[in-house]
């Protein structure tokens, strides 16, 4: 049987010229669409998909593997800037088959109108576009969001993401970002889920069935995306895309663990990388996109390069010039090209001339169309162009309640030396300083492209809601003049004009709450830092008022982790606060007065100085792990310490928790039971998140000397115990041999169950 959306292009066929019965039988379509029928199965869509290859002219088909960035006001008059008059040439053609960039349900419609109702066979576009933690309505970012280890509140930040973005016309977001990473000084790690494989995985995994929701079909669901295949993370120094250069245990046991997650998890798309793995660029990287994602681990949806990271293989030095990076990128397996213009220029002569097998494009264009008729475009081209419903939903009600509710979890705190924190209700005389205290912008954190400046709930409107006895004042900003997406930032400030009136406000207050950290550009793509420290004179802020008053209350707002040892030293409540998003200032004032009490646990080690970095928990022994000859001969630094400054896992609450009754049941080797028992001896309600970790002691290619396999997060309320268990199967005992096979090697382990990666009860057992 038809779809009403197939019968509408088999009558346009056969009556080309009649533009009015075409309208006339396209609104008959669209009043007949259903939104939200169950996805059709998936051998179904095969043979549609194989009868609409069969139509396709290679023009077409190779149209179907590009993506432009969106060209012009698609509802204006005519195409305007750059080459916008070629793109919408070649759209009238069948010449373009996704979108990035185009925002809202007219402009969406309007393009996809052109698609379907002017093109030859009338194929829908797929609309993409950048939705990392919210599109209006903005969660924390997806770094601080992992501090949370709540997968159910991770998965509805997502959910929220996608029912905003696709009532703006979009139906597939470049996210989630699952690259591992260990360096602060890289820019995005605030886009990722931080430095561990297995907690990287689950969060990813619960991104992408937020976005994708239970039915693609449905019109408030989008593709997810897992990226960037592979090891962007690993850019060196922490330079932005810079060169990569990792071992194949590193590939297998650390890079690759949560994009296999993601396709298990049934991820419709995966994008490549701008960076090279073992000399070939990911775009081109033929064993990593054909061998193993499309082989190995039999994924089905299709790969999306990196903006322009198809031509970008010439500057690698891989390709001479476009048309042999057109020939790379295809051979490799980069089904959609993004801004390169190497397939809309290269790829139909390339077939031509016998260069590449149209069984290529056949197999690329084959997976597109797949993942358009799963998300059922074909059926309804239009249902993501509800303008009435992007009226109602933007910015929704509820929407805000579960930004609220996300940024409380993601809430890290570090430091509460003599129960400074939480504040009392009737707290008198609070100084509140800092640049960021009165912002509303920054605090939306980097990557938020439909978001609009000045909607974060600053923290000062959120302390409004507990208290009316404090006074502020700024002291310093954090970066002199505007600030953007797209530009270098200003120079930080140096400006010390303010620091006056806060040192004197400072003086007359009972508690100071020092708002200080990164603006929300200071992280994220291509921005990269040397030092990871407060930008500007926020450290001089910092001590200046220290001198004065040494209650002080330090609210960090950041996308990374930053070096802070005095800090850690000096200052007796240290809240790590990231960039919550929408709701931030709200959160933030309901931490500091306890009317929630935190719960995040680092994601990410926090070194004590940039010349750490990387660093991360999961590291390997070395053959000179300790000081055993009380000399100089062992691997350490000799101007710091090698632990960091709060390590992976970390993180307090307001209450306490005790562990107790480790036990360990090795009866099974194929389920190890271990557990424990956990108590809240500190009087008030609170969440912890129990981490298990192992150590295969002995194994045939060195294993970390401690790696996350296990966690749960629940509430205790005050005095409550709970017994926690974790299971350990092959799963979580065996690792990657350098041959990228799994495999489980018996022998002795180690375990640690504990609050974090550094505190906890020990044990072992051997495994049969
Ligand atoms: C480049 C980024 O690396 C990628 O993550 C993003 O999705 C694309 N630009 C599109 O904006």
Redesign the pocket.
């Known amino acids: 049987m038809h779809s009403g959306y197939q019968v509408l292009l088999i009558f346009r066929h056969m009556k080309r010229s009649n533009f009015l019965i075409t309208l006339l039988t396209g609104a008959l379509v669209l009043s007949s669409c259903v939104s939200n029928k169950p996805a059709e199965r998936a051998d179904e869509i095969d043979k549609k998909v194989n009868a609409l290859l069969a139509q396709m002219t290679i023009e077409e088909k190779v149209g179907q593997m590009v993506q432009y960035n969106g060209f012009y006001d698609a509802t204006g008059p005519a195409p305007s800037e750059g080459n916008a008059q070629e793109k919408y040439d070649n759209l009238k053609k069948g010449g373009v088959g996704s979108f990035?960039?185009v925002r809202g349900a007219k402009q969406v419609r309007a393009l996809q109108k052109i698609a379907v109702e002017e093109t030859r066979l009338g194929i829908p576009l797929i609309f993409g576009l950048?939705v990392i933690h919210g599109h209006k309505t903005l969660s924390p970012i997806p770094l601080a969001e992992s501090a949370s280890w709540d997968m159910q509140a991770i998965k509805k930040s997502a959910r929220v993401a996608a029912i905003e973005a696709s009532a703006i016309g979009i139906n597939w977001t470049?996210a989630p970002?699952v690259d591992i990473y260990r360096d602060a000084r890289w820019g995005r790690v605030m886009e990722g889920a931080g430095e561990d494989p297995y907690l990287g995985a689950k969060i990813g995994v619960a991104r992408i069935k937020g976005f994708q929701g239970d039915d693609l079909s449905a019109h408030n669901t989008i593709a997810a995306?897992a990226?960037?295949f592979a090891g962007y993370g690993f850019v060196e120094a922490g330079k932005e895309y810079n060169t990569v250069d990792f071992g194949t245990s590193t590939l297998y046991n650390i890079v690759l663990p949560p994009f296999k997650a993601a396709v298990d998890a049934d991820v419709k798309t995966v994008?490549n990388a701008?960076n090279i793995v073992n000399g070939v660029p990911s775009t081109g990287n033929k064993f990593l996109q054909r061998d193993i994602l499309k082989g190995k681990w039999g994924f089905k949806g299709y790969v999306i390069s990196?903006?322009a990271s198809g031509a970008e293989m010439v500057n690698h030095g891989f390709a001479a010039d476009l048309k042999e990076a057109s020939l790379h990128a295809a051979e490799a397996g980069c089904d959609m090209d993004?801004e390169s213009y190497t397939y809309v220029n290269h790829l139909v002569d390339l077939v031509e001339e016998g260069k590449v097998n149209v069984s290529i494009v056949d197999e690329a264009v084959g997976r597109i169309l797949r993942v358009k008729y799963e998300l059922g475009l074909f059926d309804d081209p239009y249902k993501y162009c509800d303008e009435a419903r992007e009226k109602e939903l933007l910015y929704h009600d509820d929407h805000q309640a579960a930004a609220l509710d996300m940024a409380h979890k993601s809430v890290v705190l570090l430091k509460n030396e003599g129960g400074i924190l939480p504040l009392a209700k009737d707290q008198k005389k609070i100084a509140v300083i800092g640049a960021l205290a009165d912002d509303k912008t920054s605090m939306l954190g980097s990557w938020r492209i439909g978001s609009d400046d000045g909607t974060a709930v600053s923290v000062l409107e959120g302390l409004n809601k507990h208290t009316a006895n404090y006074t502020y004042a700024k002291g310093a900003d954090v970066v002199a003049g505007d600030v953007n997406f797209v530009f270098h930032l200003n120079e930080n400030t140096t400006d010390k004009s303010g620091f006056k009136e806060a040192i004197q406000l400072a003086k007359k207050s009972e508690v100071v709450v020092m708002v200080l950290g990164e603006h929300g550009f200071h992280s994220g793509?291509a921005r990269s830092r040397t030092k990871i420290d407060l930008p500007g004179v926020q450290q001089q802020l910092l001590e200046e008022v220290y001198k004065v008053n040494q209650n002080i209350v330090l609210v960090l707002t950041n996308g990374r982790p930053l070096a802070l040892p005095w800090a850690a030293d000096n200052i007796p409540a240290i809240v790590e606060t990231w960039q919550l998003g929408t709701q931030s200032g709200n959160a933030i004032a309901d931490v500091l007065f306890g009317a929630y009490n935190p719960s995040g646990k680092l994601p990410m080690s926090f070194p004590r100085s940039v010349g750490q970095c990387p660093i991360y928990y999961n590291k390997f022994s070395t053959g000179r792990p300790v000081n055993a000859e009380k000399n100089v001969f062992w691997s350490h630094y000799t101007d710091e310490e090698n632990d960091p400054l709060y390590a992976f896992g970390y993180g307090l609450s307001y209450t306490t928790f005790e562990y107790a009754d480790l036990k360990i049941d090795d009866a099974n080797p194929k389920a190890i039971k271990v557990s424990v028992k956990v108590t809240n001896t500190g009087g008030v309600s609170g969440e912890e998140v129990t981490q298990l970790y192992i150590r295969d002691k002995a194994a045939s290619v060195v294993r970390p000397i401690k790696e996350l396999k296990g966690f749960e997060k629940y509430t205790l309320a005050a005095n409550e115990s709970k017994e926690v268990t974790f299971t350990l199967t092959d799963a979580e005992l065996g690792f990657y041999d350098n041959q990228g096979n799994f495999i489980v090697e018996p022998g002795m382990f180690d375990v640690m169950v504990g609050t974090s990666s550094v505190k906890g009860l020990s044990g072992s057992f051997e495994l049969k």
Do not use: A, G, Q
Request: hydrophobic share 50%.
């Open positions: 990035l960039n950048d470049f970002m995306c990226k960037h994008m701008f990196d903006w993004m793509e």
